[in-house]
């Protein structure tokens, strides 16, 4: 299998993609074939099966000789296999999180599961990418089909809203992105993120190169909804359905990151001085904004939202610090915040139930009560979210700030960890809560057992959170194979003594 | 071997029980029972380490150290001295005693309880015995974690409030605390104690002055919330009236206490040096402020919140003064303090469960009801304000007389301390067991001490006595541990000369 790259055929490049594009198109021509009236859970184990297939080819594209396929337009490294196999884990949960609250519901979802796969084709198209046009393909595949997938809950006021919402700023945001594009065309003359970094400092025009980095940062911390950009997220998360948002909150910020990190450490590194400082204040306003509004939300759904805020601009942190620790804490914090994001959101799911049955913090109350393993699970999730040790959402933290202080950035680590500990508040409001005595006639003792397709959810995000939090070391060799292959010279270890922070290798 | 595995196995055995907890059907008192045996078996294992400890041997003992993480490295590595080997046996003594305590009181949510209750005592071995700075932040913050959602789930009234503030009170300056863990080994590039130590001491250029001071600050605000050091102490109060009584036994004191001399002083001498008059100023009015608070309090748990405060401030005190004879005294003062104050905890528990209420003025002529617990709660009231032959007085005298070395001012503030505390102790002994009968104490017709009870109590007062008059026994480690603190490295005394 051993194949010279320049032998591997293209068609292997996109294996992952193209599997699940197949599974896509049968779930949709089954769904015309069953009688309306009945079930269409075989729909969604189909997309399972084609989510597991998915994730077995991207391990053996692992096996490949890393290289360009397409006419160099994707790429196949560690650093794409990484975050393939990352939106892979993230769609198999949802789906089962989807069978287990969407039993009774059973409007349209053969689009749904359809709708899910091919969200999944464009994120997993995204990370692979090398060329700014396939990005925005990608981008293109992924947003719509999460703004079809928010508004899924048609019977209800705040679903369609939240649709309608987030197609408007979202197809705002993708417009920024694409006039980035242009505008570095028209800079450089290409759009493949290779050729945009060895042209990019011959470049007559430098400040056009600045502005369309703006551009396509802006649109980009749409996407991952980084503060000031954030403000489509607690409406859409409130009314989208809840195993939906544990998708849209987790996979395609991934994706987005994952592109994030590839422009600007690959296609823009020559201007590092600038995109730093951006992404710095990015950073800085995601964290307090996120956490200054999730204090004062009494509905859970609102407070992830704003709690996934302040996570993006934890992540934030890890970019400024321009090494290859930096890009290795990022990709290993997507890991860490999917598993615990997710799987509080299976919790949400089931207990608000598809409908959103309960939504407030005071709703929870006395959940420990009738359902002691959900509410264990709930509990781990908000720990880790708080980042306490023994936790992935402690190590993910952990690495994010120890690059950030290697870099010297010492700063944004104190308004990153001060802003922590504001965290731990909203997060500890329902784990105090799920924990008190419950209230007369609540509706927690109508909370359904746990069916076995979200023990399995559970279980899968329980345990990656737990591997996280105490052998975080092979997820973290991973991600720092990846971050290999964006920054291959990086800089000599900086010794202890050394006072400067390791600069971005830049020698193209 | 054992020598080698001992500390691995103080640690796995509660969370071994935690975890089978998790599996026990809720029957009977089936896991009231497994916790005790489990918290018994693990008391077994402590009491390994001080009849195998090597005295005259500097340094630590049953040391075990293997990487954990590989990057950055971080090690699994612990070890015991003189400092940390008391504490450890006190938390093994402490958990059979919360166990009982909680047997009857706790009755809904027992699984729950249970598993958070041994998951803190994992917690707490794991403070005492960690070496590797990360390791130890684990297992300090996760010791959080069990107490917040047993005071909410188990609270009075007001438990979730009292939770949440404790869980903030503690964890942000954990936050700055771990900012100075990573500042630390941006320039040492290793998170073991010993090397951090060896590096800090021998390569003074390898921090600013100035960035030093800081980061000493930001480990010593950590420990000094989780003490509480006055005027930080706001949560003690909320913690004590709401906890279950076999939390509100470990929540203060121990963890800090010893992180201070583990960490502040042994990391930082020169700039614990520096801090030392402020912390003594501190202490001297924590210590007259708790008692004059507690003289006025009308709940029982909070009259014992800041009895504990005015209490603790004399380890604090002792710390300070860096004289052998303080730091001693502070650590013995310490183990004294947890065990007279778990013993009152248990007493004024045992109460609550018979009339439902903290509420002094409730109470009154108890004496003639319970004579038995009102014998069990005199000793424990004496040996809390420091009679001689209890264990309150050792650990008190020394502290004084070396804060008296140091500045005569505090030292006298201090001393009185002393004769507050004597009286709102015996003023609240004489309003809850003497006089005439109250009308709640009349109306309801209780027990005096059951069996499980006796066999609680009785131990701990013979262990007051003991400790007060053979406290040699303790402090022929104790000594040992704290010697390294009490003499200022030769650097360090140049280093400040030349400021």
Redesign the interface.
């Given at each position: 299998m051993n194949l010279p790259s320049e032998f591997v055929p293209s068609y292997y490049r996109i294996l992952p993609e193209i599997i699940m594009t197949i599974f896509g198109v049968i779930i949709m021509m089954a769904d015309g074939m069953i009688a309306p009236k009945n079930s269409r859970r075989s729909l969604g184990w189909i997309a399972v099966l084609g989510t597991l297939l998915a994730t077995a080819a991207s391990v053996w594209q692992l096996g490949l000789a890393p290289g360009v396929g397409y006419s160099g337009t994707v790429q196949t490294d560690a650093f794409s296999v990484f975050f393939h196999l990352l939106i892979c884990g993230i769609v198999l949960v949802s789906l089962l999180v989807s069978l287990d609250a969407t039993k009774a519901a059973t409007e349209d979802m053969g689009a749904y599961y359809a709708l899910v796969v091919f969200g999944a084709v464009g994120m997993l198209l995204m990370t692979s990418a090398v060329e700014l046009l396939l990005v925005f393909v990608g981008l293109e595949i992924s947003s719509i089909s999460t703004y079809i997938l928010a508004g899924f809950r048609k019977k209800t006021g705040k679903s369609p809203e939240a649709a309608i919402k987030y197609f408007l700023l979202g197809s705002f945001a993708t417009a920024f992105f694409l006039y980035g594009v242009a505008l570095t065309f028209g800079a450089t003359g290409t759009t493949r993120i290779a050729d945009i970094a060895s042209l990019l400092p011959h470049s007559s025009t430098p400040s056009l190169t600045w502005i369309a980095l703006g551009m396509i940062v802006i649109g980009l911390g749409f996407k991952v909804s980084a503060a000031p950009f954030q403000v489509w997220t607690p409406d859409v998360y409130e009314g989208a359905p809840s195993p939906v948002v544990g998708l849209m909150s987790t996979a395609p910020k991934a994706a987005a990151f994952a592109v994030l990190l590839r422009i600007t450490y690959d296609a823009f590194s020559t201007l590092h001085a600038h995109w730093t400082v951006l992404l710095w204040i990015m950073a800085a306003l995601s964290m307090t904004i996120g956490n200054l509004g999730a204090l004062r939300q009494q509905s859970v759904k609102r407070m992830l939202a704003y709690s996934s805020i302040a996570h993006a601009g934890y992540l934030l942190v890890a970019f400024t610090a321009l090494s290859r620790d930096g890009i290795a804490a990022a990709s290993f914090y997507t890991v860490s915040y999917a598993a615990m994001n997710v799987g509080i959101f299976a919790v949400v799911s089931h207990v608000g139930g598809y409908d959103d049955r309960l939504t407030l913090v005071q709703d929870f109350r006395g959940l420990?009560?009738k359902a002691?393993v959900l509410t264990g699970a709930l509990?781990f999730f908000l720990?880790s979210l708080?980042g306490?040790?023994?936790t992935g959402g402690?190590f993910g933290k952990?690495y994010v700030?120890?690059a950030a202080?290697?870099a010297g950035i010492?700063w944004l680590?104190?308004i990153g960890?001060?802003n922590?500990?504001?965290a731990?508040?909203y997060y500890?409001?329902l784990?105090?809560?799920v924990?008190?005595k419950p209230i007369e006639n609540s509706g927690v003792m109508a909370v359904p057992a746990i069916s076995w397709t979200l023990a399995v959810a559970l279980a899968l995000t329980v345990g990656a959170t737990l591997v996280l939090g105490i052998?975080?070391?092979k997820v973290?060799?991973m991600a720092?194979s990846g971050a290999t292959t964006l920054l291959p010279a990086a800089p000599p270890n900086s010794?202890?003594d050394s006072t400067s922070p390791p600069a971005l290798a830049v020698n193209r | 071997v054992l020598d080698d595995l001992i500390l691995t196995l103080i640690v796995l055995v509660p969370l071994a029980g935690a975890i089978i907890v998790g599996f026990l059907p809720r029957k009977g008192k089936l896991i009231q029972g497994f916790t005790l045996a489990v918290t018994l078996f693990s008391f077994l294992c402590t009491l390994h380490l001080p009849a195998h400890f090597h005295y005259g041997h500097t340094g630590f003992q049953f040391e075990q150290d293997a990487i954990w993480i590989a990057n950055p490295e971080i090690h699994y590595h612990v070890g015991v001295d003189g400092i940390s080997m008391w504490l450890i046996v006190l938390t093994g003594l402490l958990a059979p005693l919360g166990v009982l305590a909680s047997w009857n009181a706790i009755e809904t949510r027992t699984k729950e309880f249970y598993f958070f209750f041994l998951l803190q005592q994992v917690a707490m071995y794991g403070v005492f015995i960690s070496l590797d700075l990360i390791l130890y932040y684990g297992f300090w913050e996760l010791s959080l974690v069990p107490m917040a959602i047993l005071i909410a789930m188990h609270g009075r009234s007001q438990g979730g409030r009292a939770a949440i503030k404790f869980f903030i009170y503690t964890f942000v300056p954990s936050a700055l605390f771990l900012v100075a863990i990573l500042a630390l080994y941006a320039r040492t590039q290793t998170f073991d104690f010993v090397l951090v130590q060896q590096k800090l001491g021998s390569q003074p250029g390898l921090f600013g002055p100035q960035a030093l001071w800081f980061i000493s600050l930001a480990f010593l605000f950590a420990f000094a919330v989780k003490v509480p050091v006055f005027p930080l102490h706001g949560w003690l109060g909320d913690v004590f009236s709401e906890a279950p009584t076999a939390m509100a036994m470990v929540v203060s004191g121990k963890l800090g206490i010893y992180s201070i001399l583990r960490f502040h002083l042994a990391l930082f001498p020169a700039q614990a040096r520096q801090i030392a008059p402020l912390m003594i100023a501190l202490a001297a009015i924590g210590i007259v402020y708790g008692a004059l608070v507690a003289l006025v309090q009308k709940d029982l748990k909070r009259l014992l919140a800041f009895a504990t405060l005015s209490s603790l401030s004399f380890c604090t005190l002792g710390i300070y003064t860096f004289a052998a004879s303080g730091l001693s005294g502070a650590l013995f003062h310490i183990l004294s303090e947890s065990i007279t104050g778990a013993a009152m905890f248990i007493l004024l528990g045992l109460m609550y469960e018979r009339y439902s209420s903290y509420d002094i003025h409730q109470y009154g002529g108890l004496a003639s009801r319970m004579p038995r617990m009102t014998v069990l709660f005199l000793v424990t009231t004496l040996s809390l304000i420091g009679l001689p032959i209890l264990t309150g007085f050792v650990g008190e005298f020394l502290t004084l007389s070396s804060g008296f070395q140091v500045n005569h001012l505090y030292g006298t503030i201090a001393t009185t301390g002393v004769i507050l505390s004597a009286s709102y102790m015996l003023w609240m002994v004489q309003r809850v067991f003497y006089g005439a009968n109250s009308p709640m104490v009349e109306r309801t017709t209780v027990p005096d001490l059951f069996l499980r009870e006796k066999l609680t109590l009785w131990p701990v007062a013979v262990l007051m006595l003991v400790m007060g008059v053979s406290s040699t026994l303790w402090f022929r480690a104790i000594d040992e541990g704290i010697a390294p603190l009490a003499t200022q490295p030769a650097a360090t005394t140049a280093h400040l000369e030349a400021r």
């Open positions: 420990g009560y002691p509990a720990i708080i306490i040790p023994f402690f952990f700030f120890t202080l290697h010492v680590a104190i960890l001060v922590s500990g504001i731990a508040y500890l409001r784990l105090v809560a924990y008190a052998a975080p070391g973290l060799g720092q010794g202890p | -």
